[in-house]
């Protein structure tokens, strides 16, 4: 499988536009869409949970071509924590309770919309690393957090 | 420039200063295609679909599962 592109990221913006899905990119991801130079293998999105919105996302990620049995769709749908999908055309991971936000509708509040992409503010994406408290995510925080001063500063200049 | 990382040198913050600015000239889809990368990862790669009830479920799979070297494990 090949790294992730600008062009898929697209097909996921339109494909959940299209399906209602609330979400928001989340995790390095995110960060990177909000400008933050690193690298990172995986898209994560932080998906609100609901039956409506769990039906609603796995016929978007059918459609984005991931390939689901109903059982597994049934186990997006009932919202576990935290799916990981690699049986599609890029590596996936959906969050519904990441470390560190307490719930969907606060990190929603505070998005950033980056050219229509639906993105965490990087307060919560740090939030959630901090939280996680994981080798690797230690070690990008400092660097992570320069990013936030640095990106606050442009946006209120 | 602020100083929010006390054990940051001076230096090292100019330089991750001047890797933002040079960033936010990039167009999304460059800075897209920069940041994205495809290396395996043994074990995590390995299956199509998992699923975790909890987060804390997660974690600890991460740590018991995965080689310590991938940085999935907690301080």
Redesign the interface.
Known sequence: ??????RQ?EEIRDAFARRGVRYLFIGK?GA??L???????D?DLFVERGPGNGVALVAAIRELGF??TDA?AA??VRG????????GPF?LDL?F???GIEQFSDAWARRIE??GFPVCHPDDIIASKAA?????D??SL??L???R???AR?RNS | MPAMEPDRTPQELEAWFDEFEAAAKRPLRLRVRYAFIKTYRPVLDDEPFRAFDRMADYRAWCETALPSWLGYGRV
């Open positions: 499988m090949a790294a992730f592109e600008y990221a991801s990177i869409l400008g933050f130079p690193d690298t990172t293998q898209a390939d689901l597994q186990e997006i576990k924590d935290f799916v990981q999908l690699k049986n590596d969050v309770a990441p470390d980056v050219e996680t408290n994981r080798v690797k230690r070690e400092p660097r957090r320069a990013f001063d640095y990106w442009q």
